[in-house]
């Protein structure tokens, strides 16, 4: 389980354009990885398109926003292309950054439990720490509450 205050997991994934995205390269930027279940599904397509309508907004305070899922890059791909997104989708199809992060639990649909990526948060300050966490995150509106709380880091710092 991550803690606010805590140093980020490093990761290095592919993006949806092939290439290599490290938190490392991130480092002196406020960085929103945000994880969703699967690309080109309409809640995952509600969150992505909230967030690259609010970009503009995150570039202005010196934030990155990345989406994560596990997903593979050619997925990833036409999502991106087809949403017209303009920021990162990150390919993780090994669970190896989602678990570290703890987006990987137990869910329940329909009565049934199962093993699943859970659209959830994390926000990494210029440092590499951990600034914010949302363990769970609605798909409408998430990118304002993200925005909001950026906005009152900022004041704060």
Partial sequence: MLNVG????????RGEDGKEVSLAGLRGRYVVL???PKASTPGCTCEANEFR????DFDKLGAVILGCS????????RFHDKQNLNFNLLSDPE???IE????????????KSFLG????TVLIGPDGNIAKI???????GHAAEVLAALKELKKSA
């Fill in 6 to 13: 805590e140093s980020a997991p490093d990761f290095r994934l």
């Fill in 34 to 36: 945000y994880f969703y």
């Fill in 53 to 56: 309508d609010r970009k503009r």
């Fill in 70 to 77: 596990a997903d593979h890059v050619e997925a990833q791909a």
């Fill in 95 to 97: 669970f190896e950054v």
């Fill in 100 to 111: 570290a992060y703890g987006a990987r639990r137990m869910k329940k649909f329909l009565g």
């Fill in 117 to 120: 990526i859970v659209r959830s």
């Fill in 134 to 140: 949302w363990e769970t995150a609605s798909a409408k």
